[in-house]
């Protein structure tokens, strides 16, 4: 999606949000409002999913058998996207490391 799109709700408490972060990097420090950000665009994640899951069926709603989004369609949903990120991820994890690698950064510290 090409436009920015601003979410209001987050579905996500800030203890969760918190706690989510510090299993990314428990060493990591977070500026003022970051948290709240991070709420903000989880839940726009969420969105996200939950539109894509339905896009990915098949028979409209309420049209009788297989209409129902069932915990095999949401998997297979979020298998697709699990394996379109991991891809995204490692290629992302490899740009910092040369990134850091040609500003000089070790990984452990911070600028």
Known sequence: MSEEREYQENRIPYQQARKSLRLANPKRQYATGSVDR?????????????????EQM??????GHG???TTSHVNIAYR????DLDA???KES???????IAMNINGDEEE
């Open 58 to 63: 098949i028979k409209p709603p309420n049209t």
């Open 88 to 90: 995204f991820f490692k």
């Open 67 to 69: 209409c129902r989004v």
């Open 94 to 100: 490899e740009l910092m490391a040369s990134v850091r």
């Open 38 to 54: 991070f709420r903000t665009k989880a839940s726009a994640i969420v969105d996200l999913f939950a539109k894509y899951v339905d």
């Open 80 to 83: 697709k996207i699990e394996m």
